[in-house]
């Protein structure tokens, strides 16, 4: 079983920025696909960012590209999300997840696991 844990979010004023963690356990993550998405209220689940865990190889949602910097660290087990240039619209509660086969990587229902996701408010 693996568990997912958010931390970062808040209250930032438009242009701020804010990193968001995720602290992965419960096995090791070699071939998994580690992802960042979002939900607004009243919108669908939304991807944001990905990165696969062998290799580092990095995905991004085109709202965020130049923006956005998903990483990782692999001896602390954690994927981090560094937000830069906050716009309003980025407002929404975040969620980690994995992936254990790393395929369709945009899609939530190719995750396995999720997080409890973590609030970001972005205020103009």
């Known amino acids: 079983q693996v568990q997912l844990v958010e931390s970062g979010g808040g209250l930032v004023q438009a242009g701020g920025s804010l990193r968001l963690s995720c602290a992965a356990s419960?096995?090791?993550?070699?071939?998994?696909?580690m992802g960042w998405f979002r939900q607004a209220p009243g919108k669908e689940r939304e991807f944001v960012a990905a990165?696969?865990?062998?290799?580092?190889?990095?995905y991004y949602a085109d709202s965020v590209k130049g923006r956005f910097t998903i990483s990782r660290d692999i001896a602390k087990n954690t994927v981090y999300l560094q937000m830069n240039s906050l716009k309003p619209e980025d407002t929404a509660v975040y969620y980690c997840?994995?992936?254990?086969?790393?395929?369709?990587?945009?899609?939530?229902?190719?995750?396995?696991?999720w997080g409890q996701g973590t609030q970001v408010t972005v205020s103009s």
């Open positions: 990165i696969r865990w062998s290799g580092g190889d990095t």
């Open positions: 997840a994995a992936s254990v086969r790393g395929l369709g990587l945009t899609r939530p229902y190719n995750y396995d696991y």
């Open positions: 419960g096995r090791t993550f070699g071939t998994y696909v």
